[in-house]
């Protein structure tokens, strides 16, 4: 009941289910993809292939990997492909040689696979900056045999602010340069389909803009946490999950 209640306050949030994509890397759970299908929430986000795989068994729609491939997981995100035919997914590259390594290693898979270009919007972590590299690296994805330019990955993990106010104003760049790179692309005549934007502390700040395309992807809000609620109690989850132990010894 609590994991229900935080999936269906999360949509409120949304407004709409196309809207969000939650990552599935809190939970890791069959049942709650279940759920959120039964609910309408058909696509999900998640960081390994593993978590992929986990989705598509359950019965998950589409598949967004959020973390560029590299090495064996091109391989095995082709083989996923071929295993769970009525599933949908989606990679990021950040990139060219992991393009060109996707490209190569869907030959043959028999359809083709969209491609978000991942941006580095300020948490340094992954992604390609917001410029004229990145703009080339989606003209080469739209060139590249097998693949599909299927919008820009935004993630801002860095802004956990503990006001909603401070948060907002760290945002204001993130939005100024996701989508002032996606213009310059539909400027150029080339889709940009969806922007997959934000993470639990920043969700509602993204869900509430109206920019076409925004998909949302928070992911604690299905089990919540002490952390997030400690830090951030006006976010409007509960915590779902609990550990039951026992303590053995008190040495000290």
């Known amino acids: 009941g609590l994991v229900a209640r935080n999936i269906d306050t999360m949509l409120s949030v949304a407004r709409d289910p196309a809207r969000v994509r939650p990552h599935v890397k809190t939970h890791k759970m069959p049942?709650?993809?279940r759920m959120s299908e039964a609910r309408g929430i058909t696509r999900h986000k998640c960081a390994t292939i593993a978590e992929a795989e986990m989705v598509a068994a359950a019965g998950g729609t589409d598949v967004l990997l959020a973390y560029p491939l590299v090495g064996p997981n091109v391989a095995r995100l082709a083989a996923l492909m071929k295993a769970f035919p009525d599933t949908?997914?989606?990679?990021?590259?950040?990139?060219?040689?992991a393009a060109r390594a996707l490209s190569e290693a869907i030959h043959g898979v028999g359809r083709t696979l969209p491609v978000l270009v991942d941006l580095d919007v300020g948490m340094g972590r992954t992604g390609i900056a917001p410029g004229d590299g990145a703009v080339e690296?989606?003209?080469?994805?739209?060139?590249?045999?097998?693949?599909?330019?299927?919008?820009?990955?935004?993630?801002?993990?860095?802004?956990?602010?503990?006001?909603?106010?401070?948060?907002?104003?760290l945002t204001e760049p993130v939005k100024e340069l996701t989508f002032g790179l996606r213009d310059r692309l539909l400027a150029r005549g080339l889709p940009v389909p969806r922007l997959v934007m934000g993470g639990t502390p920043t969700f509602a700040l993204y869900a509430a803009l109206d920019e076409p395309g925004i998909e949302?992807?928070?992911?604690t809000v299905t089990l919540h946490d002490v952390g997030y609620a400690n830090r951030h109690p006006e976010l409007p989850y509960t915590i779902a999950a609990a550990v039951l132990t026992r303590v053995i010894s008190r040495p000290r």
């Not at 949908?88 to 040689?97: G, K, L, N, Q, S």
């Not at 949302?216 to 992911?219: E, H, R």
Request: glycine content about 8%.
């Open 31 to 33: 049942a709650i993809i």
């Open 137 to 169: 690296l989606y003209e080469l994805i739209d060139r590249l045999p097998g693949l599909l330019p299927d919008g820009l990955s935004a993630y801002d993990g860095h802004n956990h602010e503990f006001t909603m106010k401070d948060r907002a104003a």
């Open 216 to 219: 949302c992807s928070p992911g």
């Open 88 to 97: 949908i997914f989606r990679a990021t590259v950040d990139e060219p040689a």
